[in-house]
């Protein structure tokens, strides 16, 4: 059974508007939780990783937030751009491993 | 900076061939890994390797081989491929160690069809 869980499996908004990934894990004890953003035809890239005691991390227009109680994570794209259309990708390493634990996406379609 | 880069791009091949998939860093990263991506799952690791000479299975490793006699190279060998096999390849790599926060930096990947 897959560990880390991602939804929607997809979601179209419009440019300029609000989203939020959802990622539930369940990988214990982890090391960090990190997500990527892969645009098609290119491999993931990394955006944030949170730390098992970090609550919000922010990159830019993306921010990340972690419930380590709960084994939630979400990712929310604040006025989103056309550019933003991808995949974001969930991923967790456990805290004595270095082999990770994938989400399988969730695909973000942008439109104008 | 190149990085790291994946070749080919595309492949096509037939059932029972044998295909090598080449992936090259120049970052000297200790750790480099084999994923494959299909539709509906999560990346998967076939194989990944912890310095030159050391390489170990992943996830799903039947019908492929790995090699790394250097730091900067780590070939993916399908010895006779098989349909199911079709899929998109990643080669990633890291400077990780257990309790390092370094993130695995991925190729662009090879688009593998086999018919």
């Known amino acids: 059974k897959n560990q880390v869980e991602q939804s929607p499996q997809s979601l179209i908004i419009l440019e300029g508007k609000n989203c939020t990934l959802q990622?539930?894990?369940?990988?214990?004890?982890?090391?960090?939780l990190r997500w990527y953003k892969q645009d098609t035809g290119r491999g993931p890239v990394s955006l944030t990783i949170?730390?098992?005691?970090?609550n919000t991390k922010s990159n830019g227009r993306y921010t990340a937030t972690l419930d380590a109680d709960t084994k939630q994570s979400s990712l929310h794209i604040t006025a989103s751009q056309l550019s933003d259309s991808a995949s974001y990708i969930c991923?967790?390493?456990?805290?004595?491993?270095?082999?990770?634990?994938f989400g399988a996406g969730t695909t973000v379609t942008v439109r104008a | 900076d190149a990085g790291i880069t994946q070749s080919p791009r595309y492949k096509i091949t037939e059932t029972g061939r044998q295909v090598t998939l080449m992936c090259h860093q120049t970052?000297?990263?200790?750790?480099m890994f084999w994923y494959r991506q299909d539709l509906g799952h999560g990346l998967r690791l076939i194989y990944y390797?912890?310095?030159?000479?050391?390489?170990d299975k992943g996830e799903v490793p039947d019908g492929y081989v790995v090699s790394r006699s250097k730091t900067e190279n780590f070939p993916l060998t399908l010895e006779s491929a098989t349909r199911s096999q079709t899929s998109v390849y990643f080669c990633?790599?890291?400077?990780?160690?257990?309790?390092?926060?370094?993130?695995?930096?991925f190729g662009d990947g090879t688009r593998l069809s086999i018919l």
């Open positions: 970052w000297s990263h200790s750790y």
């Open positions: 390797s912890a310095a030159a000479d050391i390489t």
């Open positions: 990622c539930n894990y369940t990988v214990s004890p982890f090391s960090n």
């Open positions: 949170m730390t098992f005691s970090e």
């Open positions: 990633a790599s890291s400077d990780q160690g257990i309790g390092v926060h370094q993130p695995q930096h």
């Open positions: 991923v967790v390493r456990p805290l004595d491993d270095y082999k990770l634990s």
